[in-house]
């Protein structure tokens, strides 16, 4: 469902020519949880883009208006990926361009750190029970396969 409601856009759900045709209930789940997720994406995911994350930055003009760039085209996109996964090569060579050493160390961190929470949120995101629930049932039905 995580990759229906994020790579998927809403006119080829709701298309009838879409190569899978999901229940009206899952339909709504996955709207509901895209625009969730897109939300946590804007305010978790992306906010170390949206401003300066160190305060011992040492070049607040360029910390404060590339970033904006990236969020911005990030946001034209109509994939969502709050969940995106950063390589470290990726944050060398991309972003080192884009932010002083202080707010490089500073985003990544609060990057990963918002990754974090916003996993600790998809089940609620898609209306199921807690991870330690869910990891209960699975494990509860792998023991009654034995």
């Known amino acids: ?15 009838e020519a879409f190569e899978v045709q999901l229940s009206s209930s899952l339909l709504r789940t996955c709207l509901s949880a895209r625009t969730l997720l897109l ?16 305060s011992e930055c040492s070049s607040p003009e360029q910390c404060r208006i590339r970033p904006a760039r990236i969020l911005s085209f990030s946001l034209a996109r109509k994939r969502i990926s709050p969940l995106a996964y950063f390589p470290p090569p ?5 972003l080192n361009q884009h932010f002083c ?10 990057y990963e750190d918002s990754r974090r929470r916003v996993w600790d949120q998809l089940p609620e995101i898609f209306g199921l029970p807690s991870w330690d629930e869910l ?9 009654g396969r034995d």
């Open 39 to 54: 939300f946590a994406q804007g305010k978790d995911t992306f906010r170390f883009l949206r401003e300066p994350p160190s």
């Open 101 to 110: 050493p202080s707010c490089l160390t500073e985003a990544r961190r609060e």
């Open 1 to 15: 469902m995580y990759m229906i409601a994020c790579f998927i856009t809403v006119d080829d759900l709701m298309s």
């Open 135 to 143: 990891k209960a049932a699975r494990d509860a039905d792998l023991a």
């Open 90 to 94: 990726l944050w060398t060579e991309l």
